[in-house]
């Protein structure tokens, strides 16, 4: 028997049949030109069509990508679509790039793009950005050719350049694209101002803007207060720590979450994570699944007390796997073979490079431990291995 069933959306009401149970020999030719020309008919009394059918197959949009998008343009033909879609591939962008553009400003499609877009593309790739890098930055954030080049976009761009080096400010062009709309722009020059005020050198600038772009958008008032906050507690200006205290104080509910994290789970007191702070203000930025595992790996499996993080917080920042379990493996089987017996100072452990971390702890011993650098790589397990002997010793720090 054939079922006959319909639906519709608000961008897309072309009847869709469904034929259920049926195998294709018992489909009458018929039944099926009725079919064909049935939806055919209802595709041309829908305008909406073809828009879904344009954004599906020209710009490569998925159905339900097609259904966001279409909400917001309405193509009566494709000739404009073309030229814009051609210019862009024209300056470099892949395809899934243009359908990353058209989902997110299907506006686009309709634009004359000589006089809308070329002139912020080709201001932007004389002050130094790559077809390839301003591809990607648009594709990522296509608001950007919809600012005004006079109004926002040069002035801006100039601000930051009598700031910043060359490089520098193409850094800035290639992560922060959003300063250069009317709102951010407004709230970067006041906030840059304020901290040259206070007394900071160019250079701590050029980093907070090249690698902390988006916290020196946030609103001045707030941004003030962190600044303020940051140098009553003692952070030195001119010192590229005060910049990591003040994204962390300009992300609040971030730093309180883990001040809740190391008081109430690790033991810690106030005085102990304002010490942290104070000494490595990143500490207060991690992740909650970051800052678990590696608490948890250092105090309970390491048996380091936890207080005695306060005094190292750097190494919250290592990453578990290539570098703090791999150092404290190699040490705790030279303290088990007893080559170790001294206490064993944490920066020795892991804040050396790994040249000189393999020179102190992994080559120094392989004639009496040949097994070390397959322990220090990941290959052997110290639980296993034979050469582990008992009692198993803890890793201390001081």
Known sequence: MVRFSSFSTSAFKAKRYVLEDLKPSFVSLQTHLFLCTHTIVSAKQDPNSFTMNYLINSCGLSPEGAISASKWVKLRSAEKADSVLAHFRNHGFSETQIAQVVKLRPKFLTADFEKTFLPKIEYFTSAGLSREDLAKVVSINPTLLGHSLEKQIVPVHKFIRSLLSEQDSITVLKRGSRIFSASQGNVLVPNIEFLIELGMPKSCIALLLTNCTNDV????????????????????????????????????????????????????????????????????????????????????????????????PLVLSFSLEKRIIPRCSVVKVLMSRGLKNEKVNMSYVLHHSEKEFLEKYVTKYLDRVPQLLSVYQGNADIQDAKFLAPPDAALHIY
Not at 233 to 244: A, H, K, T, Y
Not at 252 to 261: A, I, N, S, V
Request: glycine share 4%; charged share 30%; proline share 3%.
């Open 217 to 312: 958008l946030v609103n001045h008032e707030k941004f003030a207060k962190a600044v303020l906050e940051v140098k009553e507690m003692g952070f030195d200006m001119e010192n590229s720590r005060s910049l990591w205290a003040i994204r962390a104080l300009c992300r609040k509910d971030k730093m309180d979450h883990c001040r809740q994290l190391y008081m109430m789970r690790w033991g810690w007191s106030e005085d102990d994570v304002v010490s942290a702070f104070r000494k490595f203000p990143p500490c207060m930025l991690l992740s909650e699944k970051k800052l678990m595992q590696v608490m948890d790996f250092l105090v309970n499996k390491m048996g380091w007390p936890s207080r005695m993080i306060v005094r190292n």
